[in-house]
């Protein structure tokens, strides 16, 4: 892999993970500054928070290995375990955010939770797809 392209894909998943992260922490926020006090809330923000720190992770890897393979003008092989473990954190991050989206409609109403819930088991099911289909291509 070309310097080139390994500081575009670090970019891209970089930007990813710190968008994700802003979402995930927004949701907090709105769930901390509700009057509610119920068990659901208290796991929207257990579940957006931990979506939050795993985007965070991911987004602090992928800059750290930006500025090494800019820094040192190659790809750093070095760091493949650490880039590899950050990238498998992000995707699970997004199972965890849409997860969270499920969850929240809970909060509002029996009939928002079910819609909600559906709209995210599809997003799960099109999101794996989407990956799978990527990942077969390296096999």
Do not use: H
Request: proline share 1%.
């Amino acid at each position: 892999m070309t310097v080139e392209n390994y500081l575009a894909e670090a970019g891209a998943l970089a930007s990813l993970a710190g968008i994700m992260a802003g979402f995930s922490l927004a949701a907090v926020v709105q769930l901390l500054t509700t009057s509610d006090r119920g068990r659901l809330a208290t796991a929207g923000i257990v579940v957006f928070s931990g979506a939050s720190v795993m985007f965070l992770y991911s987004l602090i890897v992928a800059v750290l290995s930006f500025s090494a393979t800019a820094e040192l003008d190659r790809v750093p092989t070095e760091l493949d375990n650490l880039n590899v473990g950050a990238f498998l954190i992000l995707l699970a991050a997004i199972y965890v955010f849409v997860g969270g989206i499920g969850l929240a409609g809970w909060m509002r109403s029996k009939v928002a939770g079910i819609l909600t819930t559906v709209f995210a088991a599809i997003s799960v099911c099109l999101i794996t797809y989407a990956i799978g289909s990527v990942i077969s291509l390296f096999m």
